[in-house]
């Protein structure tokens, strides 16, 4: 406290005395009033003027407590006027620009909390945050998401919320020693999803981190769900085993036969039917790559369908001549019921029939001797029509059905190739179908049949 404020309460105290001097004088030599009451009243008026006084000295103390409780409460705007000229003045004038600068600093602080929340809430990978005591500090919805936790997570360990000694052990090193570390995790659910976490330490501040063995300030794991990928990779091998084995069976037995003939069987009885053999294998390896090809051309951006308006009824009486003949050295009759010669569809008629032909052909390949296939219709909607192909052939076992559009998948690789088959038509048929914007899907109990769906868009009459 300087002079000024000192020599303020000083001077008011004189004048209050010399006023209360002033008034026992008076009231004591000019009114003849007794002393005592004369020094009574004297002190009665100057004390109504000392609290006058007083209360004026202190409404700057309470403005300056109002304006102390708003920075320590609800941050209210309000600005609380001082009408004071000494130190009180400076003083809440100091304190009311704090109050503004610290409304500032929390508006700031709040407008990037909601950012970063944001940019979290939009990260399509899971991130986990934690503090330097290895605690939770966020998580953001992904993660949520992926791992379901059935409590708050929040000031829980990672270990609380994903079992793992790996993520727990990389998380401690991000630590205590700022070591990143990459490593892939694999849910230990019915999910089977596989991540590849990414852990990095949280740098401190440059002055803490000047401080000689100074730890990191938390740690963040990224997980990034690469199940697809690993699923992608698992097919690509598949495809490329498959291939190569497909290719090497004729190759291997052209190469033999032609060998044979070569050295001396061409002029044997048996040539001819080494021939047959030969051409038999080539005209199978013909079908792979012209299969093969197909598929590329579907998947190519180039392809482009030529749709028109067919009525679906007509397109399977024609596909139906097609097959008619596969299907009678068999005994197997095709039946098409319920599908309403209203139905009108939109597609390319071409590549419909190649869908409806290996559709029927694997039917008839793998149907029983004397069976039969059924081929309905039903609209399912105003923009989709659903077809169904049932049969009662050999069916197909349930854990193979996910993977039987795959390429070169096979459920009984040996009958396949005894009947001809490139293993090549389903994964055909999903791609031509998808081409269209339709789905497809089968049904089947191992030993009762199969049934093939797939859906084509309607056309808006």
């Known amino acids: 406290m300087n002079i000024r404020f ?7 105290f004189i004048l209050l005395f010399i006023f209360f001097l002033f008034i026992q004088g008076y009231l004591t030599y000019s009114l003849k009033k007794p002393f005592l009451f004369a020094s009574l009243l004297s002190l009665f008026i100057v004390f109504i003027i000392a609290f006058i006084l007083l209360k004026s000295f202190t409404q700057p103390l309470n403005d300056l407590m109002d304006i102390l409780k708003r920075l320590t409460g609800y941050p209210l705007k309000i600005e609380t006027p001082i009408d004071s000229k000494d130190e009180f003045r400076h003083l809440a004038k100091a304190i009311s620009e704090m109050d503004a600068q610290l409304r500032n600093k929390i508006e700031e602080i709040s407008k990037e909390k909601d950012y970063l929340q944001a940019i979290l809430k ?3 990978e899971g991130v986990l945050v934690v503090d330097e005591k290895n ?16 409590t708050e997570v929040v000031d829980k360990t990672p270990l609380e ?14 630590i205590r020693e700022g070591k990143n570390s990459s490593f892939e995790l694999t849910l230990p659910t019915s999910l089977g999803k596989i991540f590849e976490v990414n852990v990095v330490g949280i740098l ?22 690469i199940s697809r990928l690993k699923e992608l990779e698992r097919v690509r091998q598949d495809f490329v085993a498959n291939v190569s084995h497909e290719l090497r069976t004729p190759l291997t037995t052209i190469k033999g036969y032609t060998e044979t003939l070569l050295d001396g069987a061409l002029r044997e009885e048996v040539a001819p039917q080494f021939l047959q053999v030969i051409q038999k294998h080539a005209d199978r390896l013909a079908k792979i790559v012209e299969d093969l090809l197909t598929l590329s051309k579907v998947e190519s951006k180039e392809f482009q369908l030529k749709k028109e308006k067919l009525h679906l009824s007509e397109l399977i009486d024609d596909v139906l001549d097609f097959v008619k003949e596969g299907a009678k050295k068999k005994k197997i009759s095709i039946d098409a019921v319920h599908i309403s010669s209203s139905f009108i569809i939109e597609g390319d008629r071409n590549i419909l029939e190649q869908i409806l032909i290996n559709l029927l052909d694997n039917a008839i390949k793998y149907g029983r001797e004397g069976g039969k296939i059924t081929l309905s219709a039903v609209q399912k909607n105003q923009s989709e029509i659903e077809v169904s192909m049932r049969d009662n052939g050999i069916g197909i076992p349930k854990e193979d059905l996910p993977r039987i559009f ?4 096979r459920v009984d690789k040996g009958r396949s190739q005894e009947l001809g088959g490139t293993g090549l038509g389903l994964s055909i048929v999903k791609h031509l179908v998808q081409a269209h914007g339709g789905r497809v899907w089968a049904e089947s109990r191992l030993g009762e049949g199969s049934t093939f769906y797939f859906t084509l868009p309607a056309s808006r009459k």
């Open 6 to 12: 000192q020599w303020k309460w000083l001077l008011s």
């Open 406 to 409: 795959e390429r070169f998948y």
């Open 135 to 150: 605690h939770i500090i966020m998580i953001n919805d992904t993660l949520r998401t992926l791992f379901s936790p059935s």
């Open 161 to 174: 919320l994903i079992r793992h000694a790996e993520l727990e052990g990389a998380i401690h090193k991000a």
């Open 122 to 124: 939009g990260i399509a």
């Open 204 to 225: 401190p501040p440059l002055e803490e981190e000047q401080k000689e063995g100074h730890g990191m300030r938390g740690a963040i794991a990224v997980f990034h769900d």
